[in-house]
């Protein structure tokens, strides 16, 4: 594991510090029972790159040499990254200041999941190539990333006159820190401590928030996409690794139930639950209920206020299918915080 530190100027009567590391080993859980690959104060930063969902990095190395084999399930995660006098019944803010792809190639699985499709429907055999991507599989297609133009290309089979070609948004598809509790969570679900929430707003830019169960808080992320729709209905983005850096602020005695992310058009509210096994109307009144607490928090609208604008402005994504729904409310319609 590489590890440098750069000391900023005082921000206020603390100064913050920049930590570069590039661990070697990787965990595949969410948990607060993993020694911290980094110990670091509320303001500080941190840069470091994430490995692809099979375990191979920027280089193309694969350090994981059965991905999704136990006891290698799960999509590798970079952390826990302990911040000091983060506490249960605080809020762990995370803004990702940079999420850039740092490879030219991704790859996603070859078919939409069933799951999403009518059980009726007569759909083509999941085989690409056999080991096109990954050793011992064939439903796996490889995609080219034009890093200069910022574009995603599939490598469809020869005799396909379609050129499909789409921007790339670089996006981690976890994040989030060690669950409640004394469970331990596998890099595959999502739930109220973030996990694998494919949350394809999850970008560059964008503000995240955490409710804090364990000292330390214990910051995990991951699994890098080029570019994912809403729903990942694929099952996977376009999967690829990612030079990332991201600045944590502890908020004190700050408690909110589920995952939250801001941006410059929208707060957001995530009804974060596992994908493909959950309910999503259970998703969405958990997205709602947690928009009004916002509301009427941090903005001080009455009930009736708050009410009012969920129900005339509010807009919905399905973050995953049969999983996780966001309620988004445009800032435009709010008044100052508090």
Known sequence: ????????????WLPAATHEIY??????????????????????TVITRTWDSGGRDWQGVWHIQHPYVY???????????????????DTLEVHLDKVRLNRPYGYTSYRLSLHALQPSDNIYPNFYQQEAVRPGRADLIPWDIDLARKVARPRLRKGSGF????????????IGVAPPGERVETSGPSGPHGGN?????????????????????????GDGHAAQGDGEGLGTGIETSLDVQFTVRV??????????????????????????????DHGLRMANSDMI?????????????AHLLLGTVVQHKIVTYFGSIATLIPKKYLPPKH
């Open 1 to 12: 594991m590489r590890l440098r530190y750069l000391l900023l100027l005082p921000a206020a």
């Open 23 to 44: 661990p070697n080993d990787h965990s595949r859980v969410f948990t607060a029972f993993k020694e911290p690959v980094l110990r670091m104060k509320s303001g500080d």
């Open 71 to 89: 006891p290698e399930s799960g999509n590798p995660l970079m952390g826990p990254f302990y911040i000091e006098g983060a506490d249960y019944g």
């Open 163 to 174: 050129r499909l070609e789409i921007p790339v948004r670089p996006m981690l598809g976890c």
């Open 197 to 221: 929430m494919d949350y394809n707003d999850t970008v560059e830019g964008a503000t995240l928030y955490f409710p804090v169960f364990h000292p330390g808080a214990h910051l995990f992320l």
């Open 251 to 280: 908020h004190k005695g700050k408690r909110i139930s589920i995952p939250r992310l801001e941006n410059e058009e929208y707060i957001v509210s995530i009804g974060s639950q596992p994908e493909f096994a959950s309910s999503m």
């Open 293 to 305: 607490r916002w509301l009427t928090s941090d903005y001080k609208l009455t009930e009736p206020e």
